[in-house]
């Protein structure tokens, strides 16, 4: 499985944001990381603002440029804005859905808990945390203990954390049902997207 296994504190000072959540770096240095301690921001070019742009984006999914890069591929063959689409793909990905329903605490947790085979869909078990769900799935943990005890515990931990509205949990059954697709309003709200569209159109 390829997964992001570097410094996160580095990377959220280089993004200037929580892309990591556990990591509290920028209250203490809200500066860029690297040997020259603080500095001003230099200016960024037009790619700079697009690379870094992406490059945050990928990161919070913890995709690699390959996977990164065909669904956004995938999301530009399709009809509709490809801004819209590109996100939304990556929202109904498997793992997300774990995530943004609150079986897991972090998106990185919720894709080792896909791959580990604690998720079923449509009371099938899938472990790829790259399947992409449509509305009508329903999304749970399997019947081992060890699924549930983990899952519960995180259920709690996040119980502060909205549902999005396109999905019905239901807390007592570990169950996530998908409603429909998130529309624009309900999507990252954090990455501008049309930038990561002109980015890869150079």
Same mark, same amino acid.
């Given at each position: 499985?390829?997964?992001?296994? /570097?410094?996160?504190? +580095?990377?959220?000072?280089?993004?200037?944001? *929580?892309?990591?959540?556990? =990591?509290?770096?920028?209250? +203490?240095?809200?500066?860029?990381? /690297?040997?020259?301690?603080?500095?001003?921001?230099?200016?960024?070019?037009?790619?700079?603002?697009?690379?870094?742009?992406?490059?945050?984006?990928?990161?919070?999914?913890?995709?690699?440029?390959?996977?990164?890069?065909?669904?956004?591929?995938?999301?530009?063959?399709?009809?509709?804005?490809?801004?819209?689409?590109?996100?939304?793909?990556?929202?109904? %990905?498997?793992?997300?859905?774990?995530?943004?329903? /609150?079986?897991?605490?972090?998106?990185?947790?919720?894709?080792?808990?896909?791959?580990?085979?604690?998720?079923?869909?449509?009371?099938?078990?899938?472990?790829?945390?790259?399947?992409? =769900?449509?509305?009508?799935?329903?999304?749970?943990? =399997?019947?081992?203990?060890?699924?549930?005890?983990?899952?519960?515990?995180?259920?709690?931990? =996040?119980?502060?954390?909205?549902?999005?509205?396109?999905?019905?949990?239901?807390?007592?059954?570990?169950?996530?049902?998908?409603? %429909? *697709?998130?529309?624009?309003?309900?999507?990252?709200?954090?990455?501008?997207?049309?930038?990561?569209?002109?980015?890869?159109?150079?």
């Amino acid at each position: 499985m390829s997964r992001y296994t /570097g410094p996160k504190a +580095r990377v959220n000072r280089r993004f200037n944001c *929580e892309i990591f959540p556990s =990591c509290k770096a920028i209250e +203490r240095k809200p500066y860029f990381p /690297g040997i020259h301690g603080p500095r001003l921001r230099r200016k960024v070019s037009e790619y700079g603002i697009g690379l870094n742009e992406k490059q945050k984006l990928r990161f919070m999914y913890g995709l690699t440029e390959k996977q990164f890069r065909l669904t956004f591929n995938l999301a530009k063959s399709k009809r509709g804005v490809t801004s819209e689409q590109f996100l939304r793909m990556l929202e109904m %990905r498997l793992d997300s859905v774990v995530y943004l329903i /609150g079986l897991a605490r972090t998106r990185r947790a919720a894709r080792q808990f896909v791959c580990h085979g604690h998720v079923f869909v449509n009371d099938q078990k899938v472990d790829i945390p790259s399947y992409r =769900c449509v509305p009508g799935d329903v999304v749970g943990v =399997c019947g081992r203990d060890t699924s549930k005890r983990y899952a519960t515990q995180s259920v709690d931990d =996040c119980r502060y954390r909205m549902v999005p509205t396109w999905i019905t949990f239901d807390s007592a059954a570990l169950k996530g049902r998908i409603e %429909r *697709e998130p529309i624009a309003e309900e999507l990252e709200q954090k990455i501008n997207a049309q930038l990561i569209v002109e980015f890869y159109s150079r």
